[in-house]
């Protein structure tokens, strides 16, 4: 698929098809992640591709949706705060490194032909323990991936210059 038409394409999915995530299509999406610039080049981060069914379902438990759950793929994204680049004001760079990998994540599963929905809304003291991640560590977002269940709904933003603006 074009750049520009992943771009145009790419929406957020909440119901999927059982059927299976390629390994070929794992793989792009995770050199997808790996090609993103993080500051400093750290990548504090590790994207943990859940395929196993008891995994998938305990880690979904934790999202306030039930929607994960029917994911064949269940990507979860661990980040360590001090593995990060720091700022001298004290601003540490790991959710914006984080946003970029995931960004290249979610681009990729959408010219894989992928649905994602990139989830914040989840209890991640509980998807820390259930994926024994230890603190500094934490579970930063959960993203289900999969075939979609049914079209996306229509492509609905705000006028481009309520959101842009050129500054000669």
């Known amino acids: 698929m074009e750049f520009y038409d992943v771009i145009r394409s790419r929406r957020s999915i909440r119901s999927f098809r059982p059927d299976p995530v390629p390994d070929e299509a794992i793989a792009r999406i995770a050199e997808a992640v790996n090609a993103a610039p993080t500051a400093c080049n750290l990548q504090p ?10 995994l998938r379902a305990a880690v979904a438990g ?44 979610v681009l990729a599963a959408a010219a894989e032909g992928l649905g994602s929905c990139w989830i914040c809304a989840f209890d991640a003291a509980r998807a820390a323990q259930v994926l024994k991640v230890a603190a500094p560590a934490r579970v930063a977002a959960l993203c289900p991936l999969g075939y979609p269940a049914a079209p996306p709904r229509p492509f609905v933003r705000k006028e481009q210059a309520q959101v842009v603006e050129v500054l000669d």
């Open 45 to 54: 981060f590790v994207f943990k591709f859940i395929r196993n069914a008891e």
């Open 62 to 105: 934790c999202c306030r949706s039930s929607f994960p759950a029917e994911a064949p793929l269940l990507l979860a994204v661990v980040c360590d705060p001090e593995k990060a680049w720091k700022r001298g004001d004290g601003f540490n760079s790991v959710e914006v490194d984080v946003g970029i990998a995931m960004e290249h994540a």
